[in-house]
């Protein structure tokens, strides 16, 4: 089907060993995982919220229900965040808050296919949800949570830049545009600054009818972005010097920023950046994307920030939250593309050939041997020339054969093989396991 | 929504741990990993074979496909086999044969909500695809992956029960059922044996024409089920004498049944069992079904089988496999109403805890360094009372606490506090790595 990423088995060892890296990642923070049903009542997923129902939706209706004639009355989610709210309201008396949950699922937009655009593609997101309120410091331990994540997915350096969106606001106020679905507007066209540049996106602020003057004082004042926590604060004094409606903003981006530096998130991993305005009004605080420092053109691998209240659709408890999401199949998808990811070796190390119908059972045998030492095996049931065996292991990126003929049946030793140096040795069965763990961490 | 199966997290560290369990079994034993997109085109999904537009198909449509009043092209999958087929077939080039491949995903059916049918759940699938032939003895390693999983899942005692749909035939044959499609009719009314005991299986019998002196016969030898290897052998030899139709599929599983026994399965975990039929038609030869002993009642919980042709319908290649399925989702359920599996504590081992603001930056790298040497630690960014962040770590399932209070920060140590136990000691900061590894460990 067009529009999805399907991986051969190569590819999909990389795609595992990554999405396992941001589950560990989220587990080592204390994230609890949640999952949810891909259906849901299309109700409860088309509430007017934050713009859902502008995007392709795919409806969901089984045979019996379509021969009814019925509207379809189900859904497939499009985010995981729609999903939380429903389930947070579902379950409030049986969780307990700040409720921390990570959820990894994949996710369905009706989107024509077109390069780089899924219509089902994995998101792995972090939530911290507070009832009737959540500390701002919440917000400084997202960072730290990238930090730990894009450090152990090893895609070379990258900065976790912030903003506030209140902050914007009050900037924007500053510049005269007080009315707040105009001051939304602006901010929508702040968000595309990084990909159409600035002639484009001044052309667009002029065209909403922001005076010439605002429109170069906005696009010099988003240009900023600070250097180390020092010329942050610095920057953030004199912004409210400037334009005193940012100060409870600014405020509250310091206290952010100086919390990240305690949560240990080096200085030269994270930056305030006051071109970060994220599109959608849901975020009313901290904002957050993350960029690849040598890959500039791939955008935001990371972003999110703070909200007000998730859930004001299910239920009337307040539940203030602050989250992130990594849309990891269409990172796997650019970085594959910038040649930084490829397929990977099999997680199988060992392939245990047969040459003789005679040698089945030792076969088997060291097969029960090498897995139940914990070692991933495949074993041959039947016998074939070993050069076809070889060169099976070889393509499926198996690293190791274990050859049991009929010399080494005799004297109680297997014959191992490493593929890649083309080196072997005959080996005791009782040294086999120790002998190929070495080869194994060697490797 | 009904129909679905949505887990508190308590519920969901066990339903995590039991999946990876099952795919760490299947990872040992050298199978790669497959992921298909859950929607697939209509056309793919919907071929006539094996009785799938029979069942419930949820159909796909987006927004603006129904805004044009198209009919749906799109459909969610069923099950893992349709799609490993379509998968094969299109990627057969680049594939290496025997094409060993596990599949963890959810499916989805259009059921009307009732007690134990879910509308979308996990299945866990591993299918060997063999190009042309695949040998028998392939067969005989399914029970040495089942033996290892359902082993590793620690739900008790089980039995592995295999069967041969070709001796089956031959059985019918010798019965005087000759028409192939009278024999599959009855071999799903044995399949219903279990569930419907053996009058109301009789009475089927008897309403497909059976006369009956034959249903008796039929019934009297599907009752068999294996004490041990040699009695297996010894009951197909004397089935053979009686019966000389049954003569072919006989030998195939008397070679199965013995390199089951190479594959280093233990006598008492597998047996013959003639009373194994499965529904499908799909199944030419092996067949299996796994019950476990403690609880007869929840019916198989990994079924599988030989099969002559995977992919017919979307490729020339003969592509002939075995293999099976673990219904995981329905398993849990079962499983949770039994009692025998439940909620666990949190992967989270520890909360480090905030009494007064100014230990914030203590406390956070205390966090640190305990992410650091890889321990699942949740800190607090806000100073409450100490009872009460006590009160969430035990209510979420977190068993060790850590207090940085003012003496302790005075001291460079913190006070570790074993919630389950009631026990606390104050550590120094470099001793509290190992010190909570060896209670971790303890647990």
């Known amino acids: 089907m067009p529009g999805v990423l399907e991986l051969l088995p190569a590819e999909q060892v990389t795609f595992r060993r990554m999405l396992e890296t941001i589950r560990a990642g989220y587990e080592r923070f204390g994230f609890v995982e949640v999952e949810t049903p891909a259906i849901e009542l299309a109700d409860v997923l088309l509430t007017k919220t934050g713009g859902e129902t502008e995007r392709e939706v795919y409806f969901v209706q089984s045979t019996g229900a379509r021969q009814q004639g019925l509207e379809p009355d189900l859904a497939l989610r499009f985010d995981l965040t729609v999903p939380l709210a429903r389930y947070v309201a579902q379950h409030e008396q049986q969780l307990a808050f700040p409720f921390r949950r990570y959820q990894i699922q994949r996710v369905y937009r009706g989107e024509s296919p077109q390069r780089g655009r899924f219509r089902e593609f994995y998101q792995c997101d972090i939530d911290v949800i507070g009832r009737d309120e959540l500390d701002l410091r919440y917000d400084a331990e997202i960072p730290a949570v990238i930090h730990r994540v894009f450090t152990d997915l090893e895609v070379g350096p990258f900065t976790i830049r912030l903003n506030n969106r209140r902050l914007m606001r009050g900037l924007l106020a500053g510049l005269e545009v007080a009315d707040a679905s105009r001051q939304s507007a602006v901010l929508r066209e702040v968000d595309k600054l990084e990909k159409r540049g600035v002639e484009r996106t001044a052309d667009a602020l002029v065209a909403l009818g922001l005076p010439g003057p605002a429109v170069d004082r906005l696009l010099t004042t988003v240009a900023y ?185 005799a004297r109680d030793t297997v014959t191992v093989r490493d593929l890649r140096r083309g080196a072997q040795d005959e080996v005791a069965r009782r040294d086999l396991v120790s002998h190929l763990r070495t080869l194994i961490d060697q490797e």
Chains 1, 2 share one sequence.
């Open 225 to 409: 972005r600070s250097t180390g926590l020092e010329d942050a604060l610095a920057t953030l004094d004199r912004l409210v010097d400037e334009y005193p409606e940012t100060a409870s903003g600014a405020s509250d981006l310091a206290t952010v920023l100086e919390a990240v530096a305690a949560f240990g998130v080096p200085e030269n991993a994270y930056a305030l950046d006051l071109s970060i305005a994220r599109g959608l009004d849901y975020y009313t605080g901290t904002v957050y994307e993350t960029t690849l420092d040598d890959h500039p053109g791939i955008g935001s691998v990371c972003s999110g920030g703070r909200y007000d209240d998730l859930a004001g659709y299910y239920t009337s408890s307040r539940l203030p939250g602050v989250g992130i999401s990594i849309g990891l199949t269409r990172l796997f998808w650019q970085l594959r593309d910038a040649g930084v990811v490829g397929p990977s070796p099999a997680v199988t190390r060992v392939l245990v050939t047969l040459i003789d119908p005679e040698g089945l059972e030792y076969a088997l045998s060291v097969g029960a041997q090498l897995r139940d030492a914990g070692i991933p095996t495949e074993t041959r049931p039947v016998p074939s020339r070993l050069g076809k065996q070889l060169k099976y292991a070889d393509r499926v990126g198996i690293p190791f054969a274990v050859i049991c003929g009929e010399d080494e049946r």
